[in-house]
């Protein structure tokens, strides 16, 4: 069959479905994001940001040194070689786009399944180079948190698996594009990736523009997100 590009006949029960459950989602994180229930799914985020500069580095062949996550929702990823302006942007755009993966990946129970194994190993790995609690208590808690859901979704009848991957790469989304607003935007922290790469970049653009941009390609990978699920689902 054919991709629906055009979205005829939208929308059909599993998208109409998909649709609210994404704006349900929306509502509940603006409404409790002062709160501490959300912290974990904040600092998974975090995670995401701090292994995305981690994956640049590798594939860039340098070496990393360790990574942390803070209780504050900050984080540091200590790296050695590899190729810097491609490591700098990898964390903010690197978590919107694991964000857009995972929301993809709830659209269907399998690749639920595998975007569920995959965050599993990911945080095991991270568990071994992480260099303060706060990670490693992130990493134990979500690997146990993850593990029980899908322990419900093949032995009980609460079938949550694909609306708590859905639910990560929804908060992980909203998150990105906040964070690259709130410390590159509105406060232009000096010490941001995107300070640091404009100071590399031979182009005259600014910190300040560079988290614009950053913002843009973020927004950007949160709609296609929506848009492919809803053809993934026509």
């Not at 509502?27 to 701090?50: A, C, G, M």
Request: charged share 15%; proline share 2%; with cysteine.
């Amino acid at each position: 069959m054919n991709p629906n590009w055009e979205l005829k006949n939208c929308c059909q029960r599993d998208q109409k479905v998909f649709l609210i459950t994404i704006a349900v989602f929306t509502v509940v994180i603006l409404v409790l994001w002062r709160t501490f229930l959300l912290t974990p799914f904040k600092l998974i985020t975090v995670f995401l940001h701090e292994a995305s500069h981690a994956i640049a580095c590798k594939l860039t062949c340098g070496q990393v040194e360790g990574m942390e996550v803070h209780a504050n929702e900050g984080g540091v990823t200590r790296t050695r070689g590899g190729v810097y302006w491609l490591i700098l942007p990898a964390g903010y755009l690197g978590s919107s786009f694991w964000g857009m993966v995972l929301i993809l990946a709830s659209t269907n129970l399998l690749t639920s399944r595998i975007a569920a194994g995959c965050l599993i190993l990911a945080l095991l790995i991270v568990l071994f180079i992480a260099k303060n609690w706060t990670l490693r208590g992130l990493c134990i808690g979500f690997i146990i948190f993850i593990a029980v859901v899908w322990v419900l979704q093949e032995k009980t009848e609460v079938r949550i698996l694909r609306y708590i991957i859905l639910f990560i790469g929804v908060m992980n989304s909203l998150f990105s594009v906040y964070d690259i607003y709130d410390d590159l935007i509105s406060r232009r922290v000096h010490s941001s990736d995107a300070e640091k790469f404009a100071e590399i970049c031979p182009c005259p653009c600014t910190g300040f523009a560079w988290g614009v941009i950053w913002g843009m390609i973020s927004f950007i990978f949160l709609c296609g997100a929506i848009y492919l699920g809803l053809v993934i689902l026509s």
